[in-house]
């Protein structure tokens, strides 16, 4: 096998490795090496005339190749060895091998797709050299199984050479890094903690309420972007613990501080600071190395502007802020900015969740938690601590078009019963309602839910009514 090499122009492409390209179009074609390739490598202009030349069009292309063998119309590539056996095939005079045809490749326009493709001037110059080669053989891609055919030769010879896909070099480097970590949101009960999240995340993963003391548990809420995940955990509002069930919030808060790449402590630009504002600063300023951002959140509901720089410059007396970022969770304003500046502090890291996960929370939890929210947002202010929500039965009927749910509310005085049930059971059916909306919205699908409203004492101080209704230390 003889490759002529021409390359006028001194492009520093390797001859030798040119020959291996050849040889590997012939390889998996499985022709007899007994041929010989004429190739030439110029510019875009060398092209253009050759093209004006022998194709009547004025145009630079990437590669030109002019077979020599007749192959027909009839042609399939099986037969190459008849059409090479027939008498009036070109042949070198002197060492007698098949004559397949010319290849001639600008040198100019490869290096331009190889950017474009993001991929090797080599990989580029390979593809170009194989693929003429496959001309060369009679091989076409004007039909779709016709190219597929093509594809796969062609590929088949660029690995015989090292340049396959995955381990051609210069395309690995091009796989992008992936970002991956965890931002802890903190702060007082009722700043807009879970707003936030639900607001960031673009799905509701935390129940809302105007009471205080709404979110109980480290709740996950995932950021899913193409090259990140962001994985914001909501707590609970840090309160003085009075009972097992505040130790148990309290102690999520701590637990979600120590393994977090950043804490978001939230304040409610609305409200004066106040002790626990500073305890929390106090807090974080004790945790070393953690970058902690200060949001100041509700700026919506502050027309004057001053207001707002009072509060930041309370928050300036805290050094260990990376940054102070008024936002508005409710109308969105602000975000950007914050998740610029979280950005900066994601680790490179693999995917926690699968890319369709929003939250770790079961599809159980979340419905006892929009029962839970239909319950404060509609009750008065005294019971709504004391209310705990447990899925009992949850089946969908044959068929899957209606779920049947039973729920237990529990309430932590006899008194409160009456309260939660209202007149003629008008409170309960007006939570049952409105949180059966939400289900369905949930899970897709029609639900006949049925609330038992139960008293249970002292609940929130009894370990096995916590453990039943999901608030246990290893969750
Ligand atoms: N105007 C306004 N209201 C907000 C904003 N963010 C939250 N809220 C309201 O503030 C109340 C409390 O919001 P949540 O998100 O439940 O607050 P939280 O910090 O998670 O509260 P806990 O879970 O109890 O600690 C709700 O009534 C929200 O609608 C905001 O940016 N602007
Ligand atoms: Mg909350």
């Known amino acids: 096998m003889t490759v002529l090499t021409e390359n006028p122009k001194g492009y520093p492409v390797d001859e030798k490795w040119l020959e291996e390209l050849v040889r590997a179009a012939l390889t998996v074609h499985g022709a007899i090496p007994d041929a010989q390739v004429s190739l030439t490598l110029t510019d875009d202009e060398g092209i253009r005339e050759l093209n004006r030349e022998f194709r009547g069009v004025d145009a630079s292309t990437d590669v030109l190749s002019f077979p020599l063998l007749d192959y027909g119309e009839d042609y399939d590539e099986e037969d190459t060895d ?75 010879a660029l690995s015989l050479v090292g340049l396959t896909r995955d381990e051609d070099g210069a395309e690995e480097e091009e796989e992008e890094p992936y970002y991956s970590g965890f931002v802890a949101v903190v702060g007082r009960p009722n700043v807009g903690k879970s707003t936030l999240i639900n607001r960031i995340v673009g799905e509701k993963v935390s129940i809302v309420s105007a009471k205080p003391q709404t979110t109980r548990n480290a709740i996950r809420g995932v950021l899913q972007e193409e090259d990140c995940q962001i994985v914001f955990v909501d707590t609970p509002g840090l309160i003085k613990a009075r009972n097992r069930l505040g130790d148990y919030m309290v102690s999520s808060v701590g637990h979600a501080l120590e393994e977090t790449d950043a804490v978001l402590a939230l304040f409610d630009a ?206």
């Open 82 to 156: 008849e059409v090479w056996e027939e008498d009036d095939v070109d042949r070198d005079p002197e060492t007698g091998e098949v004559l397949l045809g010319d290849i001639v490749l600008s040198m100019e326009t490869a290096e331009r797709q190889a950017e474009e493709f993001g991929h090797g001037l080599q990989r580029e110059v390979g593809y170009l050299i194989v693929h003429s080669m496959m001309h060369l053989l009679g091989y076409d891609h004007e039909e779709e199984e016709d190219k597929r055919i093509m594809r796969d030769m062609e590929e088949k």
């Open 270 to 475: 609305t409200a004066p600071f106040g002790g626990g504002d500073k305890a929390l600063l106090e807090l974080l300023g004790r945790q070393k190395d953690l970058p902690v951002y200060a949001v100041l959140n509700k700026i919506d509901r502050i027309p004057d502007k001053a207001q707002l720089l009072e509060k930041i410059a309370f928050l300036g007396e805290y050094p260990f802020l990376k940054a102070i970022l008024p936002v508005s969770a409710s109308t969105g304003e602000g975000l950007d900015e914050l998740l610029e500046e979280i950005h900066t502090v994601i680790p490179e890291g693999p995917p926690y969740f699968p890319e369709d996960m929003y939250t770790d929370q079961t599809e159980r939890t979340m419905i006892a938690e929009i029962i839970r929210e239909k319950a404060l947002r509609n009750l008065g202010e005294e019971i709504p601590h004391g209310i705990g929500v447990e899925i009992v039965r949850m089946k969908t009927r044959p068929g899957g078009h209606i779920t049947d749910i039973h729920a237990d509310l529990y309430v932590e005085k006899a008194s409160h019963k009456g309260i939660v049930l209202g007149k003629g059971g008008s409170m309960l059916r007006l939570i049952g309602s409105q949180a059966r909306e939400d289900i369905e919205e949930l899970i897709q699908g029609h639900v006949n839910l049925q609330i038992w409203v139960r008293v249970k004492e002292g609940w929130r101080d009894s370990p096995a009514a916590l453990k039943a209704l999901g608030y246990t230390e290893d969750e």
